[in-house]
């Protein structure tokens, strides 16, 4: 029994001291952002036409959206619906806030309970890399590199506007390899 322990402790040891110093380098390079976000053009509904998978939105099988509603507060209000494998909706509410009014497309988004909000590590980073012009298409993606989202405001997109955005995200350090695109019905 010790020499199982004693083995099974070495192994997640060898594997921290593998795993998260990459984990911290990613974190120690910013992703490059776009220089502003207007968040009255921002808001509204958004599909989702690509993501890198995560355990957030493991149920997700179709039709994925985010809705924003800026609030009087200056906070953001946060939607995300998508469809289950039985075909019934899922949702779930959360709110977005700038934690530093100097970098526009770095926001936190937290989907937590408000009475989590005290706790650093209930808000996720959600930062603006690309946004077209007519903020009809947007790349998302966190500095860990874990997560990234394509967005657009119509259920689909050309597929050289996500050629473009995969390209992006890809020199940003993302494995594009990964992301897996989103079923959108309508």
């Known amino acids: 029994?010790?020499?199982?322990?004693?083995?099974?402790?070495s192994v997640?040891?060898?594997?921290a001291s593998v795993f998260w110093p990459a984990r911290l380098a990613a974190q120690d390079h910013p992703l490059e952002l776009v220089e502003s976000v207007d968040l009255d053009?921002?808001?509204g509904l958004w599909y989702e036409i690509?993501?890198?998978p995560n355990r957030f939105q493991d149920q997700c099988a179709a039709n994925v959206t985010a809705e924003y509603t800026l609030?009087?507060?200056?906070?953001?209000?946060?939607?995300?619906?998508?469809?289950l494998p039985g075909g019934e909706p899922d949702e779930a509410e959360g709110v977005a806030r700038r934690p530093d009014p100097d970098r526009e497309a770095a926001l936190k988004v937290r989907f937590a309970p408000r009475w989590l909000s005290w706790l650093p590590f209930v808000w996720g980073d959600y930062q603006v890399m690309a946004l077209a012009d007519d903020y009809g298409s947007a790349l998302i993606g966190a500095p860990s590199r874990?997560?990234?989202?394509?967005?657009?405001?119509?259920?689909s997109l050309p597929e050289t506007r996500i050629d473009e955005l995969l390209a992006e995200a890809e020199r940003q350090g993302f494995d594009?390899?990964?992301v897996t695109r989103?079923?959108?019905d309508g």
């Open 71 to 83: 609030l009087e507060s200056g906070r953001i209000k946060v939607v995300n619906r998508c469809e």
């Open 1 to 9: 029994m010790r020499v199982d322990l004693m083995t099974s402790a």
């Open 50 to 52: 690509a993501r890198l």
């Open 176 to 178: 594009t390899g990964n």
């Open 41 to 43: 053009r921002y808001q």
């Open 146 to 155: 874990e997560y990234l989202w394509i967005l657009a405001r119509k259920p």
């Open 182 to 184: 989103t079923r959108q």
């Open 12 to 15: 997640v040891l060898m594997m």
